[in-house]
């Protein structure tokens, strides 16, 4: 299974920015995707999971402005960021595994390689 994102940017407080992640090799057994972040100087975390059924999570930070989604047709996640905080600066990573619950822990097989993310004005 290979990742890769695509997207990210530069953005102002207050905007919006949508990233991408291409999925190949055996998608169609993938349960559970997700995106997580990693700013400098800090952990990576969990942003937003979405399970095969389509169910979603969300991190408490993010909840109401960010939405996943994926195209199974295309293969692709994506997550589309809205009313934008400095405080989501950060490299941002989809990742994907066969198994299952649903969550937010980073204990995903599968990463992409990250995507920057800067929100300043």
């Known amino acids: 299974v290979q990742l890769a994102e695509t997207g990210g940017g530069t953005v102002q407080p207050g905007g919006s920015l949508s990233v991408s992640c291409e999925i190949s090799g055996f998608p169609d057994t993938i349960l559970c995707m997700g995106w997580f972040r990693q700013a400098p100087g800090k952990e990576r975390e969990g942003v937003a999971g979405?399970?095969?059924?389509?169910?979603?999570l969300y991190a408490d930070s993010v909840k109401g402005r960010f939405t996943i989604s994926r195209d199974n047709a295309k293969n692709t996640l994506y997550l589309q960021m809205n009313s934008l905080k400095p405080e989501d600066t950060a490299i941002y990573y989809c990742a994907a595994d066969f198994r299952g619950p649903l969550r937010l822990r980073s204990d995903f097989a599968y990463w992409g390689q990250g995507t920057q993310v800067t929100v300043s004005s």
């Open positions: 979405i399970s095969s059924a389509g169910n979603t």
